[in-house]
């Protein structure tokens, strides 16, 4: 009988032309076993390698298209450890905070890229992000390499690693320079119009689409029309 580990898998059969002594019959049929058992435990390793090449091409992929996903975002991305440390960081961080290179992130605290006055707010929302809330969209003031502060907007979120465990913080930062300089453009632009307006003597209105005026200029009033 053939039997690795004490499962009878099959029957060995000998025909010979003269008699034979069982031990070493019941040699043969160890070393059968012995053989069988290696053949299935090399298949056994053969999957095991298969299952771990096809999990390091899937995780290669997966890193290759979050690189190029990155590498692609206008915002700048920030990744830390538990501990706040930056471990990673996309190419639109090192132009938004006016770095050299990725490199110039590596190893420091997070929070020297937040502005002062904005660190005990931002601390807060760490924790928040941390308790599962989602936090997006919150205006703080950050720092560049130089010491200039510029407006941006964040994003944080937790930083789950491959066994699903927490491991760090997401950090999205949408610079709105633009914006508020485009506000500031806007108030100074109104405020030049209305000082004009208010001093001028011609009649100026502002008349929204219903007919219904929005505006009159104080020489309505001037001149008695109102």
Same mark, same amino acid.
């Given at each position: ?6 499962? *009878? @898998? ?83 961080? $090192? ?16 929070? *020297?890229? $937040? ?18 809330? @989602? ?87 001037? *001149?008695?029309?109102?």
């Amino acid at each position: 009988p053939i039997n690795p580990e004490g499962r *009878l @898998i099959g029957t060995m059969l000998f025909f010979l032309d003269e008699e034979i002594n069982i031990n070493i019959l019941e040699m043969i049929g160890a070393h059968c076993c012995i053989a069988l058992k290696n053949v299935n435990l090399n298949n056994k390793l053969r999957r095991r390698i298969n299952e771990l090449e096809t999990t390091r091409s899937r995780l290669i992929e997966a890193q290759e298209k979050m690189r190029l996903t990155l590498k692609s975002m206008a915002d700048g991305i920030l990744v830390t450890d538990k501990r706040g440390r930056v471990i990673s960081a996309n190419e639109a961080a $090192v132009t938004l905070y006016g770095c050299e290179k990725k490199t110039d992130f590596y190893g420091k605290n997070g929070l *020297l890229f $937040v502005g002062d006055r904005d660190w005990r707010s931002f601390m807060k929302n760490l924790k928040r992000a941390y308790g599962g809330e @989602i936090i997006k969209n919150i205006e703080y003031t950050f720092k560049r390499k130089d010491g200039s502060l510029f407006p941006a907007e964040a994003a944080i979120s937790l930083y789950i690693n491959a066994a699903g465990q927490f491991d760090g913080y997401v950090v999205c930062i949408h610079d709105i320079s633009g914006r508020r300089y485009a506000e500031k453009m806007a108030e100074e632009s109104e405020k030049r119009y209305r000082l004009i307006a208010e001093n001028s003597q011609d009649l100026i209105s502002i008349i929204d689409m219903a007919g219904n005026f929005k505006y009159l200029s104080p020489s309505y009033r001037m *001149l008695g029309h109102i």
